[in-house]
């Protein structure tokens, strides 16, 4: 079991996009739900990745709010990595 299925449902009062991205090896499409709390306090930070199709891990910048944000498809997160 990776981090990738923590939230089922959106959480309540959250903002929601969608951040899309290609694997830096195999160009594999991988899809990120961000989540953050309008005007709360969010963490940032970046996700470490690894892509479903090729294995490769990599990390990518995800900004607010890492800690309720999540990989909907494409990869497994490996790591949430929080801004110092
Ligand atoms: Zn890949």
């Known amino acids: 079991m990776g981090l990738g299925n923590r939230f089922c449902d959106n959480a309540p009062g959250t903002e929601t996009g969608v951040i899309i991205l290609k694997c830096p090896n195999c ?43 999540e990989v909907s498809s494409g990869a497994e997160l490996l790591e949430i990595i929080e801004d110092n």
């Open 27 to 69: 160009g594999n499409k991988i899809t990120i739900i961000n989540r953050w709390w309008p005007g709360g306090a969010n963490d940032y930070g970046s996700f470490k990745l690894k892509c479903s199709k090729c294995g490769h891990v990599f990390t990518t910048r995800i900004g607010r709010n890492i800690d309720i944000s």
